[in-house]
C-alpha cells in the first residue's frame, strides 16, 4: 500500500474523523472522552497507563533493500521482517475501523529546507495534543496543499499478539524507513511518536541530506552567536541552556547543516519531578491551558499539582509549545555554533570542571557520551557509576556511532573557529560521598567566559591522563578549581581514580572501535596502570 492509500483506507472505515482540532477543541474532547483532567493553571493531566516510559526492548526497524546495508543493526535497531510489518499494519488499520480518529498535519525540522511533513493518526485526543504541542504547526496556508511524507500511526489500545505478529510482547514501536511509516501499538506512552521521528531524522539527514542530527540544546546569544549544550539527564542540559541573556532554539533535537542550526520541534517536552517556580520559571509558567502533563497528580482535594509526587512514575512530564516559553529565537534557527558544551556530571571527581578539546577528542568524547549516576540515586548503587551513551543518545541512533562522530570532526575542521568545551558539572575535591559538588555559579561562570571569548587568551595545561587542555585562569572561578588534582588532598588517590575512569572510557569503547578512523583511537585516554 501506498502512502495516500494507507491514509485512505483508514480515514474511509473511521467513525467520525476530527482533523487539526485546535488545543481548546482537543482539551474539550479529551475531558469529555474521560482522558484527563483540567488543573489550576488550565493544563490537561493524562495519565498514560501501563507504560509511563519508551520502551527500547520493543523497538523494531524494518529491514529490507534501503535499510539492510545502512542501519546499525543490535540491540539498539533490532531486525523486523517486511511481510510481518505489512501484516501488523493491516491489523492495526482494521483495529480503526469504526473508531472515532483524530488525524493532525505537523512537521519537524525548522530549517525550510529540511522540512519533513508528517500525518498524524491517533485515538485519542490528548496524543493528539501532544502532537500539535510538539510538532511544528502549519499555517493555514501550508494546509491548503499539505502532502504528508510520513505517517505515525499511533493505536495504544491495540495489543499485539507476541508469537503470531513476530514482537517481543503486545505493545511495540516500529519504523518502515521505505514506505515511511511509524507505526506504534500497545503503549499510549506519546514520547514515542516524539522520538519515532527523531529516529527517522536520526537516519535520512545524515544518510541522505549531510546533515548532522543531534540530541543536544541550542541558543542565540545577543550578537547572534549560536552554542550547543549535549549532556544526559542529570549534567544540568536544560538549566545551563536556559539563559535569560541568550535566546533558546531548543531544548531537545537540532540538526547542523551548512550554516544553520536548526530545531526540529515546535515544542518542549520536560521532566516535572520536584518542578518549581524558583528552580524552573520557565518551564513552570508554560504549563497552562493548552499543555499537557502526564501521570501527575493533585495535591489531595484539589486541582493544584504536587509534583513532588511520584506514585506513577519519575518521569512524569510536560508536553507545550515552544512559544510558551520566554526569550525564544524566531525562527527556532540559528547559524554555525561558535561554541559547543558536552556536559558531564563527574562523580568520580576526576573530569576538570572546564577544558577544551581538540577535534579527536571531540569525537572520541561524542561517541563516549559520558556521565554518572551517585550512589542512592537507584537501588543498588553504592558507589559512582559510570554511564555512557553513545553521541548523548544511543537509543535514537539508526546509524553506527562513528557516522555522527565523523560528520562532527568534517565539521569542525571546515570551521577551526569552533571551540569545544567539556564541562563538569559534577564533583571536585573528591568522589561523590568525599568531593563536593561544582557550584552552579563556578559553572555559569565557566559557560560564560567561554561564551565571551575570556579563555582565548589565557595559558592552558593537559590533563595528564585525558589529555584535555585545562585554563590555568577563568574569570570568576577560583584558579586552584581548574585542575582537579590540585583539588584533592591525596594526589596518589585522584591519579588513581584517574586511571580507573580513562580504564572504564576505554572499555566502553571497544563496542565503537571497528567503526571509527586512527584519530577519533588515538584520542582515547591514556591510563598508566589498569583498573
Same mark, same amino acid.
Given at each position: 500500500m501506498?502512502?495516500?492509500?494507507?491514509?485512505e483506507k483508514i480515514?474511509?472505515n473511521a467513525g467520525?474523523t476530527?482533523?487539526?482540532l485546535t488545543p481548546?477543541?482537543l482539551v474539550q474532547?479529551a475531558i469529555?472522552?474521560? $482522558?484527563?483532567?483540567?488543573?489550576?493553571?488550565?493544563?490537561?493531566?493524562?495519565?498514560?497507563?501501563e507504560?509511563?516510559?519508551r &520502551?527500547?526492548?520493543?523497538?523494531?526497524?524494518?529491514a529490507d533493500?534501503k535499510t539492510e546495508?545502512?542501519v546499525?543493526w543490535?540491540?539498539?535497531?533490532?531486525?523486523f521482517?517486511?511481510?510481518?510489518?505489512?501484516?501488523?499494519?493491516?491489523?492495526?488499520?482494521?483495529?480503526?475501523e469504526? =473508531?472515532n480518529?483524530?488525524?493532525?498535519?505537523a512537521?519537524a525540522?525548522?530549517d525550510p529546507k529540511?522540512?519533513l511533513n508528517?500525518r498524524?493518526f491517533n485515538e485519542t485526543a490528548y496524543?493528539?495534543l501532544?502532537c500539535?504541542?510538539l510538532f511544528l504547526?502549519?499555517?493555514?496556508e501550508?494546509l491548503?496543499?499539505f502532502?504528508?511524507?510520513?505517517?505515525?500511526?499511533?493505536?495504544?489500545s491495540? =495489543?499485539?499478539?507476541a508469537n $503470531?505478529?513476530?514482537?517481543r510482547?503486545?505493545?511495540?514501536t516500529?519504523?518502515?524507513?521505505?514506505?515511511k511509516?511509524?507505526?506504534?501499538?500497545? &503503549?499510549?506512552?506519546?514520547?514515542?511518536m516524539?522520538?519515532g521521528?527523531?529516529?527517522v531524522?536520526n537516519y535520512?539527514? @545524515?544518510e541522505?541530506?549531510?546533515?548532522l542530527?543531534m540530541h543536544?540544546?541550542?541558543n542565540i546569544g545577543k550578537?547572534?552567536?549560536?552554542a550547543?549544550?549535549?549532556?544526559l539527564s542529570? /549534567?544540568?542540559?536544560t /538549566?545551563?541552556s536556559?539563559d @535569560?541573556e541568550?535566546k533558546l532554539?531548543?531544548?531537545?533535537?537540532h540538526g547542523?547543516a551548512?550554516n544553520s542550526v536548526?530545531?526540529?520541534?515546535g515544542?518542549?517536552?520536560a521532566k516535572?519531578?520536584?518542578?518549581t517556580k524558583?528552580?524552573?520559571?520557565?518551564?513552570?509558567?508554560a504549563i497552562q491551558?493548552?499543555?499537557?502533563?502526564e501521570n501527575?497528580?493533585f495535591?489531595?482535594? /484539589?486541582t493544584?499539582?504536587d509534583?513532588t509526587?511520584? &506514585?506513577?512514575t519519575?518521569?512524569?512530564r510536560a508536553a507545550?509549545?515552544i512559544?510558551?516559553i520566554?526569550n525564544i529565537?524566531?525562527p527556532?534557527?540559528?547559524?554555525?555554533? $561558535?561554541n559547543i558544551f558536552?556536559l558531564t556530571?563527574?562523580?568520580?571527581?576526576?573530569? @576538570? @570542571?572546564i &577544558?577544551?578539546?581538540?577535534a579527536?577528542?571531540a569525537?572520541?568524547s561524542?561517541?563516549?557520551g559520558?556521565?554518572? =549516576?551517585?550512589?542512592g540515586?537507584?537501588a543498588?548503587?553504592t558507589e559512582?557509576?559510570?554511564?555512557?551513551s553513545?553521541?548523548f543518545?544511543r537509543?535514537?541512533l539508526?546509524?553506527h556511532?562513528?557516522?555522527?562522530?565523523?560528520?562532527?570532526?568534517?565539521k569542525l575542521?571546515?570551521?577551526?573557529n569552533?571551540n569545544?568545551?567539556?564541562?563538569?558539572?559534577?564533583?571536585?575535591?573528591?568522589?561523590?560521598?568525599?568531593?563536593?559538588?561544582m557550584k552552579?555559579?563556578y559553572?555559569r561562570a565557566?559557560?560564560?567566559?567561554?561564551?565571551?571569548g575570556?579563555?582565548n587568551?589565557?595559558?592552558?595545561?593537559?590533563?595528564a591522563?585525558f589529555g584535555?587542555?585545562?585554563?590555568?585562569a577563568?574569570?570568576?572561578?577560583?584558579i586552584?578549581?581548574?585542575?582537579?588534582r590540585n583539588t584533592?588532598a591525596?594526589?596518589?588517590?585522584y591519579d588513581a581514580?584517574?586511571?580507573k575512569?580513562?580504564?572504564?572510557?576505554?572499555?566502553?569503547?571497544e563496542?565503537y572501535?571497528?567503526?571509527?578512523?586512527?584519530?577519533?583511537?588515538n584520542a582515547?585516554?591514556?591510563?598508566?596502570?589498569?583498573a
Open positions: 501506498t502512502t495516500n492509500s494507507i491514509v480515514l474511509a467520525q476530527f482533523q487539526n481548546a477543541q474532547h469529555k472522552n474521560g $482522558e484527563g483532567v483540567l488543573t489550576d493553571t488550565g493544563a490537561l493531566m493524562a495519565d498514560t497507563g507504560f509511563t516510559g &520502551s527500547p526492548k520493543d523497538k523494531f526497524c524494518v533493500a546495508n545502512t546499525w543490535g540491540e539498539v535497531n533490532q531486525k521482517e517486511p511481510a510481518k510489518f505489512d501484516a501488523l499494519l493491516n491489523k492495526v488499520i482494521k483495529h480503526f469504526g =473508531k480518529i483524530y488525524t493532525r498535519d512537521y525540522c525548522a529540511y522540512r508528517i498524524v496524543h493528539n501532544f500539535n504541542n504547526r502549519p499555517t493555514a501550508d491548503k496543499d502532502a504528508p511524507e510520513w505517517l505515525i500511526i499511533n493505536a495504544p491495540f =495489543k499485539a499478539v $503470531e505478529d513476530g514482537t510482547q503486545h505493545n511495540f516500529m519504523i518502515d524507513f521505505t514506505r511509516i511509524i507505526l506504534i501499538g500497545g &503503549s499510549a506512552y506519546t514520547g514515542e516524539k522520538k521521528i527523531f529516529t531524522l535520512i539527514l @545524515p541522505e541530506k549531510g546533515v542530527s543536544c540544546s541550542a550578537d547572534g552567536d549560536t550547543i549544550f549535549f549532556g542529570g /549534567t544540568g542540559k /538549566t545551563l536556559a @535569560p541568550r532554539i531548543g531544548d531537545d533535537e547542523w551548512d536548526f530545531n526540529f520541534e515544542g518542549c517536552y516535572c519531578v520536584d518542578l524558583e528552580k524552573e520559571p520557565q518551564i513552570f509558567d491551558f493548552g499543555s499537557l502533563l501527575t497528580r495535591y489531595p482535594e /484539589t493544584t499539582v509534583y509526587n511520584i &506514585s506513577v519519575e518521569n512524569t507545550y509549545p512559544n510558551l520566554d529565537a524566531v527556532s534557527v540559528g547559524k554555525t555554533p $561558535e558536552f556530571a563527574d562523580a568520580f571527581g576526576v573530569l @576538570p @570542571p &577544558s577544551k578539546l581538540n579527536g577528542q569525537m572520541y561524542f561517541i563516549s559520558y556521565t554518572a =549516576k551517585v550512589a540515586t537507584e543498588g548503587v559512582p557509576q559510570a554511564t555512557f553513545a553521541c543518545g537509543v535514537f539508526p546509524l556511532p562513528g557516522k555522527y562522530a565523523k560528520m562532527l570532526g568534517e575542521k571546515a570551521n577551526p569552533i569545544v568545551w567539556l564541562i563538569n558539572t559534577g564533583w571536585t575535591g573528591g568522589a561523590y560521598g568525599t568531593g563536593s559538588r552552579l555559579s559553572t565557566m559557560i560564560t567566559a567561554a561564551l565571551n575570556e579563555l587568551n589565557v595559558a592552558y595545561e593537559n590533563h591522563v584535555y587542555a585545562m585554563p590555568t577563568c574569570p570568576n572561578v577560583p586552584e578549581l581548574l585542575n582537579p584533592w591525596d594526589k596518589l588517590a581514580q584517574a586511571n575512569l580513562a580504564n572504564m572510557f576505554v572499555k566502553n569503547f563496542q572501535a571497528a567503526g571509527v578512523d586512527v584519530e577519533i583511537l582515547a585516554p591514556k591510563a598508566t596502570q589498569n
